[in-house]
């Protein structure tokens, strides 16, 4: 699409403090001012003191080996067959796991043999898995707490409108 003959907005930038540094005692100030204010609990971005496990755990040496280990088990979409965009889905998620394990970032190697248990893994497209759709797991169920019994609802379903049995 060409924006040729297009009016785009121009971004307005305030030209009284360009260029202007702040002085030490200014920023020393500022910090004063905001501390306590907005961080903690007082931040509207505050969930309990939690931090999200998920990426920490994902990404891992541990998260990899299972990723290629399913791939390599199933190289195609378990729905529909297709080779592109696939993605390893957990059948348990991972936050249904941390949850029912009480799993932290202090003990949770300790649980990789759960967390990475290759028959919680199925291989699925991009199309199947995450699309934002309205019909792909994640669109339908949500992306966390989601369980083994809701993928085997969502593949019947899939399997019944792609007419596979």
């Known amino acids: ?6 009016k ?10 360009t260029g202007k540094r702040r002085s030490e005692a200014l920023k020393q100030k500022l910090h004063n001012f905001w501390v306590g204010r907005c961080s ?3 931040n509207p971005n505050w969930k309990g003191g939690r931090t999200d496990l998920t990426p920490t755990i994902t990404e891992s040496i541990e998260g990899e080996a299972w990723r290629k280990e ?13 080779k592109h965009r696939l ?12 949850k ?18 290759p028959d919680n ?10 699309k934002n759709n309205g019909t ?21 379903e899939c399997c019944h409108v792609l007419e596979i049995w």
């Open 40 to 42: 903690g609990d007082k």
């Open 70 to 82: 399913a791939l390599q088990r199933s190289p195609c979409c378990e729905i529909c067959g297709s």
């Open 136 to 156: 792909s797991f994640h669109s339908v169920f949500g992306r966390k707490g989601t369980t083994k019994e809701q993928f085997f609802l969502y593949f019947v």
């Open 8 to 17: 785009l907005p121009q971004k307005r930038i305030s030209k009284s403090k």
């Open 1 to 6: 699409m060409s924006t040729e003959g297009l």
């Open 121 to 130: 893994a199925v291989v699925l497209c991009y199309e199947h898995h995450n």
């Open 87 to 98: 993605q390893v889905h957990h059948l348990d998620s991972m936050s249904h796991l941390i």
């Open 100 to 117: 029912k394990y009480n799993i932290t970032k202090e003990n949770w190697r300790q649980f990789s043999g759960i967390l990475f248990d």
